[in-house]
């Protein structure tokens, strides 16, 4: 992604300084704007909901993790008073619980990073539908990324603006 803006960045550069075809009066009249991605992306509603189902979900799976935790615990304490039969047995059931609990803590940190990754691209799919939309209802030349800007001076912000028309689409989806 990054790649992709700095090509973008650089192409919108070189055609506002004259390396297109634009005519020099088509460059002056330009309108342009940048959008503060990490705050489009943190402000959008539907951006606190998933964070909030996701940790709502690593907390549940937490409860077991725990059990999991104090069986492991629980199979290690008392182990020296054993007889070394005892031992042994004790120890393969040690082994076996804590390489179950290695398998749970992989297996759930996968599937919330795969949901967490999926959400996200949902979620940069909406902001890329919406800055379109207002780029094109408010006669934007072009919008940038701010991540990719040297300056820009606040005026040409339209981070607010455009994450209320996110924010007013996502609620009228649900």
Excluded: H
């Excluded at 082994?95 to 992989?106: N, T, V, W």
């Excluded at 996200?120 to 919406?130: G, N, S």
């Amino acid at each position: 992604m990054k790649i992709r803006q700095c090509i973008m960045v650089g192409m919108a550069v070189g055609w506002l300084v004259g390396a297109g075809s634009p005519t020099e009066a088509a460059m002056t009249s330009a309108k342009i704007a940048y959008i503060n991605v990490g705050r489009l992306f943190d402000g959008y509603q539907k951006t606190k909901e998933s964070d909030k189902a996701l940790e709502a979900k690593a907390s549940s799976r937490g409860a077991e993790r725990d059990k999991l935790v104090a069986d492991v615990k629980k199979l290690k304490e008392g182990m020296e008073v054993l007889t070394d039969k005892a031992k042994e047995t004790r120890r393969q059931e040690f082994e076996a619980k804590a390489k179950a609990l290695q398998e749970f803590d992989r297996t759930v940190g996968e599937a919330l990073r795969r949901e967490r990754d999926g959400a996200a691209k949902d979620i940069f799919k909406d902001m890329e539908v919406t800055i379109k939309e207002y780029a094109a209802k408010e006669g934007y030349d072009l919008i940038v990324n701010d991540q990719a800007l040297l300056y820009g001076s606040t005026p040409l912000d339209v981070t607010d603006p455009v994450l209320k028309m996110l924010n007013d689409r996502y609620a009228t989806k649900k």
